[in-house]
C-alpha cells in the first residue's frame, strides 16, 4: 500500500502535456515555506474548517471523547489513539476533512487510466509528488513498472534528499526528474530543512552520469535562498551538470498558508508575501546567459 493524500487530474505544470499528479504522504524535509503541510507526515491529518462549522457534533460523538472543542477549534486529545480515518463524511457541513489514506497500486492504477485519452492527445502522463515519493516503501516501483508497462509518461517531483538506493531502481522507468535544487551551502540548508545539501548535490551528479532527463527547480525562498550571489551560485552547480538544459524558477507564494489554519499549526513564513516573477528577472538572464533554458513556475 502506498500513502497518498490528493490525486489532481488535468496538471499542466508539473511536466509534459496534460498530467495526473499523484501526492505521497511523508517528506524528509521540514521547509519552513512548505504549501503542503499535510505532506510532511506518513500519518492522516486532521484539517477543520471553523468557518464551515455547525456544531453539529457528529464528530464529537463519534470519536469516543478523542475530540473535544476549544475556543471554537476542534483539538484532538494527546495519546488518544483516534483513528482519523472514522470521522470521514461524518460532518454534515463539510468542516472536517482527512488528508492521507493508503492506496493500493491497482487502485491507483485504476484511476489513473481514466485520464488515458488525454495523455496520448497531449503527450501527457503521470506526475509522482508529494511530499516526497522516494521515501515510500517497494510498491513505489511497482506503481511505475505498470505505468511503463501501459506506455505512460512518468515524471516525478523530488528533493533528491534521500539515499541513492532508492533512485536507483527508478531510473530505467522514469521519463522526467523534476528535482529540487533548494540551496547548495550544506549548513544553511540543514538548518532550514533539515536535509543534507551534499547528498543531494551528489544524487544530481548521479543521475546526470545515467543520462536521464532531468530538469531543476529551484524553489525561490525570500530569507533563504533569494540573494543575487545564492542563486548564482545554484546556477553554477547546475552548469557543472552535462545533461541538464532546462531550470524552472519557483517564486515563493502564499498558496498554501490557509492549510495550516486548517491544521492548526503555526505558519512560520506567515508574514511574507508572494514573490512577483519580475523579481527574478536578473537571474534568469544570468541562467540564459549560461546556455540554460528557463521558465517561471512548472
Request: glycine share 6%; net charge neutral.
Amino acid at each position: 500500500m502506498l500513502d497518498i493524500f490528493n490525486i489532481q487530474r488535468f496538471s499542466t505544470h508539473d511536466g509534459e502535456g496534460i498530467r495526473t499528479n499523484i501526492f505521497f504522504k511523508g517528506c524528509p524535509l521540514k521547509c519552513p515555506w512548505c504549501s503542503n503541510p499535510e505532506s510532511r507526515s506518513h500519518a492522516p491529518d486532521l484539517l477543520f474548517d471553523k468557518k464551515l462549522c455547525n456544531h453539529f457534533e457528529e464528530c464529537l460523538e463519534v470519536s469516543s471523547g478523542a475530540l473535544y472543542f476549544e475556543r471554537d477549534q476542534l483539538q484532538v486529545r494527546k495519546n488518544s489513539n483516534l483513528d482519523l480515518h472514522t470521522l470521514k463524511s461524518v460532518c454534515p457541513a463539510n468542516a472536517l476533512s482527512i488528508a492521507g489514506d493508503l492506496k493500493s497500486v491497482e487502485q491507483l492504477i485504476h484511476e489513473v487510466e481514466k485520464d488515458l485519452p488525454f495523455y496520448q492527445s497531449s503527450n501527457g502522463g503521470v506526475t509522482l509528488t508529494g511530499g516526497e515519493p522516494l521515501v515510500q516503501k517497494g510498491e513505489l516501483l511497482e506503481l511505475v513498472k505498470m505505468l511503463r508497462e501501459r506506455k505512460i509518461n512518468i515524471a516525478i517531483e523530488t528533493s533528491l534528499n534521500v539515499a541513492w538506493a532508492k533512485i536507483r531502481p527508478l531510473i530505467y522507468f522514469v521519463d522526467c526528474w523534476l528535482a529540487d535544487l533548494k540551496h547548495i551551502n550544506p549548513r544553511k540548508f540543514k538548518s532550514f530543512t533539515g536535509g543534507n545539501a551534499k547528498l543531494v548535490m551528489e544524487n544530481f551528479k548521479r543521475l546526470d552520469k545515467a543520462n536521464t532527463q532531468v530538469i531543476v527547480r529551484i524553489p525561490v525562498v525570500p530569507g533563504f535562498n533569494s540573494t543575487k550571489e545564492e542563486l548564482q551560485n545554484m546556477i553554477d552547480f547546475v552548469t557543472t551538470l552535462r545533461t541538464v538544459k532546462e531550470v524552472h524558477f519557483m517564486p515563493y507564494h502564499t498558496y498554501g498558508g490557509s492549510k495550516y489554519t486548517l491544521m492548526n499549526i503555526k505558519n512560520p513564513y506567515h508574514n511574507y508575501k508572494s514573490m512577483a516573477s519580475e523579481e527574478l528577472d536578473d537571474i534568469i538572464q544570468y541562467a540564459e546567459d549560461k546556455g540554460l533554458n528557463t521558465k517561471i513556475g512548472g
